[in-house]
């Protein structure tokens, strides 16, 4: 790659077409006054096969139609990556709902190569993961239709849909050359959407493993050009909003979907026809299904006959998970309760807390809890100590009169306080493939260690947290291909349930030791429910899809920030069950 001084006159290269999957373009990018020609190639992704673009149903967004952009007004931040939409054409490209865009970031190298080159020594990405943390979102700017008035539908919505599915153009190895990406979007609600993109990390820096010092977060600001995506509005399309309670229930874990302000949500709408809103009065809603809240007493009464023995592998946050079922959805559920630190972040040791919550929280008759296999660890004290009532327990519990009460997570619908169904659920811990602290899958996950329990009919799997933390993605690969062959050894019966890894974000890990980033959660997760859906038949509890889909300054928001540990708030759990309990018990006839 070189470098030459031109005379202070833009250029821009012939457009760039598409030739099968080569595409050759220049770029001319100003600094200071002097022209630096970076000339890159764009052609097939050195580290994407061609079966994988083909498996983008949106890859065709991506081919050149027009002309590559005329005017990038870059000034003295030549060497800050920019961004654009491909085949806008003055400015603006309108599209119908459910069809794919594809924005194009260009990551130009820090001027100064030296310290650039030196700085990325040693860190590698991850095969088949881009060099560079690019972190794209389109965000809905405004609501306005043609007739310019406001579809109240989606007004002040900042509907956000995550660019996915980044390619590189060229090689992205080199820290001394341009690297080119397309990333690629379906968007389906009306309205006017720009780019909100960010570069969180340069040249595999984001993928810090055991040995390597783990760098601050620092999170650079993309520059986008000013092009908007406008997408029409179709009242007919199924997408629209006020056709959403037409949609079928949601079956699966891991529709995609947008957030919603629940204040533009018909009034005619039952609160209990969607689920539970976010902090900031936001309701996901799925694009091609429906979430209905679901009450603790109406899933025990399901499950005790569709799974009677679940079987739950995971770490602290299953624990947070389940801290709304050992309580019936009393746990952090009022709103007065959300700043405590157990419902923001650390919900162990109890002794944190000096309230009456882990002391004398009621277990309902619902839920047996059992946590087998935690060996011993205090900070699951006061979940062992918390003992489900006897199955035949009939005591009444306090039911709600619908019309009076907002459907919170401790609801009892009419007809439930004296039913005494339940399920048993037996916790049994694991630091997903890591031996660490006296865990481990391998001694843990036996033939002859499950036959002590009832045979599960549902086997839920939560990984990912300690082997981004502590392990290396190749020891990972290996134990994960036979921590799946266990399984399927162990419980040749039963279903199984991959719950994805948390969505991190926008902050670093607490110490040196945790090699937390954005992407390494990413590609963790993505290969592990692969190969859970691919060798067990696994069905996926996605919850790190809505955390993406969050608006850019939501995701950034202060009062998430002080968690440094990949724990979710207590609200986004509420949530998050949520789509579970609607994915296991919807199935139904």
Excluded at 363 to 372: A, D, E, F, L
Aim: proline share 7%; aromatic share 12%; net charge positive.
């Amino acid at each position: 790659m070189s470098f030459q001084k031109l005379a202070p006159k833009r250029k821009l290269a012939n457009t760039a077409r598409f030739i099968g999957l080569v595409v050759l373009a220049s770029l001319v990018l100003l600094y200071t006054g002097n022209l630096l020609l970076y000339e890159y190639t764009l052609t097939s992704p050195t580290w994407q096969s061609y079966r994988s673009l083909k498996s983008d149903p949106c890859i065709s967004a991506c081919v050149d139609k027009t002309s590559v952009p005329k005017h990038i007004s870059l000034g003295a931040d030549a060497d800050k990556p920019y961004a654009y939409i491909v085949n806008a054409i003055d400015g603006e490209l309108n599209v119908t709902p459910g069809q794919c865009v594809c924005v194009r970031i260009v990551v130009p190298p820090e001027l100064n190569t030296f310290n650039a080159t030196s700085r990325f020594i040693g860190y590698e990405p991850l095969p088949m993961w881009p060099a560079d943390g690019l972190m794209v979102d389109l965000v809905q700017q405004s609501s306005v239709l043609e007739d310019g008035t406001n579809d109240p539908l989606y007004k002040d919505a900042r509907v956000t849909v995550s660019v996915n599915n980044f390619y590189p153009r060229g090689s992205d190895r080199d820290p001394t050359k341009v690297h080119v990406y397309d990333g690629t979007a379906q968007l389906y609600d009306p309205g006017v959407y720009k780019i909100d993109a960010r570069l969180d990390s340069r040249n595999g820096q984001w993928n810090a493993e055991p040995g390597q010092p783990t760098l601050p977060y620092e999170e650079t600001q993309v520059i986008a050009e000013n092009i908007s995506i406008k997408v029409l509005r179709d009242p007919k399309h199924p997408t629209y909003l006020k056709k959403h309670q037409n949609l079928p229930l949601c079956q699966h874990g891991d529709s995609a979907g947008r957030w919603i302000p629940e204040k533009n949500l018909p009034r005619e709408w039952n609160p209990w026809n969607y689920v539970y809103p976010a902090e900031d009065g936001r309701v996901w809603l799925p694009y091609h299904c429906r979430l209905r809240r679901i009450s603790h007493a109406e899933f025990t009464f399901h499950m005790s006959y569709m799974y009677p023995s679940v079987h739950w592998y995971g770490d602290s946050n299953s624990r947070r998970t389940l801290r709304p079922f050992i309580s019936s959805g009393k746990w952090c559920h009022k709103s007065s309760d959300l700043s405590r630190l157990d419902c923001l972040c650390n919900d162990a040791p109890k002794d944190l807390f000096p309230d009456e919550w882990y002391g004398n929280m009621p277990v309902p008759h619902w839920y047996r809890i059992h946590t087998h296999g935690v060996n011993g660890s205090e900070i699951y004290m006061d979940l062992r100590q918390l003992k489900g009532t006897s199955p035949t327990d009939r005591r009444m519990i306090q039911e709600k009169d619908p019309s009076d009460e907002r459907y919170t997570p401790d609801f009892v619908p009419p007809g439930y306080g004296l039913r005494n169904d339940y399920f048993d659920l037996y916790y049994l811990f694991t630091r997903g493939t890591k031996d660490m602290y006296g865990s481990y899958w391998g001694r843990d996950i036996t033939s002859n260690k499950i036959r002590e329990y009832p045979e599960a009919s549902l086997v839920v799997f939560q990984m990912i947290t300690w082997d981004v933390a502590f392990g290396r993605f190749d020891e990972f690969v290996e134990q994960t291909a036979k921590l799946v062959k266990r399984l399927k050894q162990v419980y040749p019966k039963a279903s199984f349930v991959y719950r994805s890894g948390p969505y991190w974000c926008c902050r670093a890990a607490e110490g040196q030791d945790k090699k937390y980033s954005r992407l390494r959660f990413l590609a963790f997760d993505r290969h592990a429910r692969q190969v859970f859906q691919k060798h067990l038949d696994a069905r996926v509890w996605d919850v790190q899809g809505p955390a993406a889909q969050r608006a850019p300054e939501n995701k950034r928001l202060d009062d998430n920030m002080p968690c440094r540990s990949a724990h979710s708030r207590a609200e986004v759990i509420h949530i998050d069950n949520q789509i579970l309990m609607n994915a296991l018990i919807n199935q139904l006839p």
